[in-house]
Each structure stands twice: as C-alpha cells, then as structure tokens.
C-alpha cells in the first residue's frame, strides 16, 4: 500500500491501493474520504482516460458537464475521457467515503501523489503544494489532464512559460517524473 494522502487542514483522505502495479498500468483505485462541506478539484477533465467514483457511505455530488448527480451508498457514476467534471460532498455535516478509479492508470497517481506528499509537508491543504512544481506536473500532464473552462492553446501557453521558470528555478526537480512523462 502506497502512504495515505492525509490532508488534516481541509477534511480530506486518499489512499491508493496497489492496482496500477497488479493490473500492469490498466487501473488505479482509491478510497476517497471527504469531510463536511468539502470539495474536489475544480472542473478538471481526463484525456484517454476514464474516472469513476462508488459510494461507500454519505452523498457525493458529482457534476459531469451541465449535470449534476447526487450518488447514495452503492451507487456509482463514470466520467468519460474529455468530459468536464468535478465532486463534492453533498453533507454539510457528514463525512462522504467513496472508492474512485481510473482506467487506465496513466499518471494521475503519481501527480496525485506527488503533490498530496507535499501538500501534508507544508499543512496537509492541496494549496500549500509548491506552484510551480504543480504547474510543471500539469504542465507534463497535459496529453492526460486538462483544467476545464480554459482553452487548451492558453493552459498550454500559460503552464509552458511557467514550467521553464520551474526549470530555471530547479522547481521541476522536486517530483522525480515517472517514465513516460521525461
């Protein structure tokens, strides 16, 4: 098992099984905790790759386009590649559990990872991870994972100029890239 994502600062939990390795790349899975109130990323969308959550136990909000679903326990939704999405816990007094996964695996395990390590360091909240590391990650991410509501040639302009800050800065090496992404 891989070391639990523990942001304490902003109620959220994410452990990463071992699926990536035991289906050689096909699958990743996750349990996903949310507390009260809480939220995912913004609208974000995958390219090549499928994502999709099942309720263990709360409400999870999930918004795939213009559409919002509200998913009870055992209920699930996939968001296809290309489709703008985003999740929420739909409790402003309980907690959401959820198991999530990708297909296939690509790399958002290791920005995930990558950035909620750093993210635990500096207070355990996604927005003390290092900018400009974040930005290089997305920035090689970007045949695998887009901001939604943002034209792709300016994602591109604006996270290629500040990725070769990062690379002048050092920035860049502060998350080793997986093979595949060098």
């Known amino acids: 098992m891989k070391r639990p994502i523990d ?3 902003i109620g959220e939990r994410i452990q990463f099984n071992d699926a990536r390795e ?11 905790s ?25 409400k999870l909000i999930v918004t795939i386009g213009k559409k919002e679903v509200t998913l009870g326990p055992g209920e699930s939704a996939v968001i296809r590649s290309g489709e703008a999405h985003n999740f929420r ?3 402003s007094t309980e907690r959401v559990e959820a198991e999530f996964w990708y297909e296939p695996a690509l790399h958002i395990e290791w920005m995930l990872q990558s950035m909620g390590e750093d993210a635990m360091a500096r207070g355990g909240d996604w927005k003390k991870a290092p900018i400009l590391t974040v930005i290089h990650a997305l920035w090689k991410m970007r045949k695998e994972y887009r901001l939604a509501g943002m034209p ?16 002048l800065t050092g920035a860049h090496k502060r998350w080793p890239l997986p093979e595949g992404l060098r």
């Open 152 to 167: 792709f040639w300016l994602q591109d302009g604006l996270f290629g100029t500040f990725a070769f800050i990062a690379r």
């Open 7 to 9: 942001l304490h600062a």
């Open 34 to 58: 949310l507390g009260p109130g809480n939220k995912g990323p913004g609208a974000h969308m995958h390219i090549g790759q499928e994502e999709g959550f099942k309720v263990l136990s709360g």
């Open 22 to 32: 035991r289906t050689n790349g096909r699958r990743s899975e996750a349990t996903l």
């Open 89 to 91: 816990n739909a409790s």
